[in-house]
């Protein structure tokens, strides 16, 4: 679950520029087939880092491009203007209002330069992506469906024996793709690969509007996620190299709320189910203590602060009684106001006129905050489904996670889980969000950490999983 507050999008300068990537190692060359491939990188503007993913190609004597921007669901955006002069290379992404513009020079250590739009302006990094070598098990790509939505996902499979215990994989809030890439950290890629090594299949997917996926995030609910991954479920169940019998779900953030929806529905009978950092209460108190807590952490005085927290509730109040859109959106400008305002001086005075970065914000703001997702997510109390959940749980916690902070989340899950009495709960003490070794746990932090899980979290899952499916 990504930083959740309705507004993360005040920083985001560029509709589509949310994500930073880890870069590989690249060699610097010339010419056109020397640039083609795909690089990954970030941006950084006003010390916020943006994730992206560009590949080049030959085209007719010249270079085309496209972007893929995780975070917002977006994949193969085609850029413009993309020109390779020497060692200058020049791309443009067109956007509703002024164009990303991307300058820069290839060099031994990749590709660096300017990145602006309109009055913003920062830095951007790129290295090439370099394959590694083959994995010692086999991967498919697969397709299946819920209803009208196909989802595209990648099945891994140990390289030999079965029937496997299997799992499908749960990702968080937010357009994610199947590896669950955030900041260059790819989450699902790295489960993946540790549970089949050890023996257990694992299905990851794009998330709905993303990659090779169809269907509307915004339009669904987290309950439209949990029947999605029991259609995963039943994609593996009628294979004969899986286990029937033995297959669960892992979902982290929004997903392991989905993933108690799925274990909570009459008949879908899974194995297991493994809870990462999964919320105990409504998305309304997750989404009020995340903006509370961002608004601490830039200086907000207590007055500023108590401003936020009625805005914000006022807002969700709003959405959830499903208000008229003129009254939402005067609530969401009510709270963007209130969380500039208590913003830093320095941050104050570089967004300039506060009415006029709020304008072309506003309207995107208010169509996210009357989606069927958000509504259903400010309301939805996962202890509903919790309470519901007769299979092996494993829940995990991260004691530095600041998105889902164990003060407010373990307790709500613990009392929800009492009577399952195949549940167990851990707590890795120096584990943010994401479940790397973090200093602060703050979101801001997660781009600098090692792209790792901290030690012994793998092996326990995997360790659980398969003690679990021994006895089916």
Not at 41 to 48: E, F, L, N, P, Q
Request: aromatic share 6%.
């Amino acid at each position: 679950m990504r930083l959740l507050g309705l507004l993360a999008g005040l920083v985001a300068l560029a509709a589509g520029l949310c994500y930073s990537l880890q870069p590989e190692r690249a060699e610097a060359r010339t010419g056109q087939a020397a640039i083609a491939g795909a690089w990954e990188g970030m941006i950084d503007v006003a010390g916020i880092s943006f994730q992206m993913r560009v590949v080049f190609r030959e085209a007719d004597g010249g270079l085309s491009a496209a972007i893929d921007i995780p975070q917002q669901g977006a994949s193969g955006i085609p850029l413009r203007e993309v020109r390779l002069d020497g060692a200058s290379v020049h791309f443009e992404l067109p956007t509703g209002a002024a164009p990303a513009v991307f300058d820069g020079t290839v060099g031994q250590g990749g590709i660096t330069g300017v990145f602006t739009q309109g009055p913003a302006a920062g830095t951007f990094s790129l290295k090439r992506v370099v394959a590694g070598p083959p994995p010692p098990y086999r991967e498919e790509e697969v397709t299946f469906a819920n209803g009208d939505v196909t989802l595209a996902g990648t099945l891994t499979l140990p390289p030999a024996g079965g029937p496997f215990p299997a799992v499908v994989l749960i990702t968080g809030s937010g357009a994610q793709n199947r590896d669950e890439e955030i900041f260059g950290f790819k989450l699902f890629r790295e489960i993946a690969d540790h549970l089949t090594r050890q023996g257990i299949a694992v299905l990851r997917y794009d998330d709905r509007g993303v990659g090779g996926s169809t269907g509307r995030l915004a339009a669904s609910t987290t309950a439209d996620f949990a029947h999605d991954a029991l259609a995963g479920v039943a994609l593996l169940r009628a294979r004969q190299d899986i286990a029937p019998a033995r297959v669960g779900l892992v979902g982290h953030s929004e997903g392991a709320a989905a993933a108690a929806i799925a274990a909570s529905t009459p008949g879908a009978d899974l194995s297991f189910i493994v809870l990462l950092a999964g919320p105990g209460v409504p998305g309304e108190a997750v989404t009020r203590q995340q903006v509370a807590d961002a608004a601490r952490l830039t200086g907000a005085t207590p007055e500023e602060l108590a401003r936020i927290v009625s805005a914000h509730r006022a807002m969700t109040e709003l959405t959830r009684a499903d208000a008229p859109r003129d009254a939402v959106e005067a609530a969401i400008r009510n709270l963007m106001v209130a969380q500039l305002e208590g913003r830093p001086k320095a941050q104050r005075d570089a967004i300039g006129d506060i009415e006029a970065f709020i304008a072309p914000r506003l309207g995107a703001e208010a169509t996210r905050a009357m989606s069927p997702w958000w509504r259903f997510f400010v309301s939805f109390d996962p202890a509903t489904a919790l309470v519901n959940v007769t299979c092996p749980t494993l829940v995990v916690f991260g004691g530095r996670d600041t998105q889902v902070p164990t003060s407010l989340h373990r307790k709500p899950v613990e009392d929800a889980l009492a009577r399952n009495t195949r549940a167990k709960i851990l707590e890795y003490p120096d584990a943010n969000h994401l479940f790397q070794e973090a200093i602060t746990g703050q979101v801001a932090e997660y781009q600098v950490l090692e792209k790792s899980f901290v030690t012994g979290l793998l092996d326990a899952v995997t360790g659980w999983i398969l003690e679990t499916t021994a006895a089916r």
